[in-house]
């Protein structure tokens, strides 16, 4: 196998996290849509807590890109 299409699966396989990053924030804001809906006056507190989550979710994400850009632009 040549190299550079190692490098090119290994970064298609580094992406893969993206699928369940997508679903996860998805989900964490359609939760919030609907916990919002249901009790307006905790608007301040769940809003807090899910920008901490999607704060670590995405930095999955970011990971995942950077592990993907890595593995094809070195040597």
């Known amino acids: 196998m040549d ?3 190692a490098k090119l699966i290994g970064a298609g396989i580094a992406v893969l996290p993206l699928f369940g990053v997508g679903i996860g924030l998805g ?3 359609s939760s919030l849509i609907d916990s919002i809906g249901r009790n307006p006056s ?3 507190d769940l809003m807090a807590s899910s920008m901490l989550c999607f704060a670590l979710v995405e930095s999955i994400a970011l990971l995942a890109f950077v592990v993907a850009m890595i593995i094809l632009f070195t040597a």
Do not use: M, P, S
Request: proline share 0%.
């Open 3 to 5: 190299v550079g299409a």
């Open 42 to 44: 905790a608007k301040n």
């Open 27 to 29: 989900k964490l804001f």
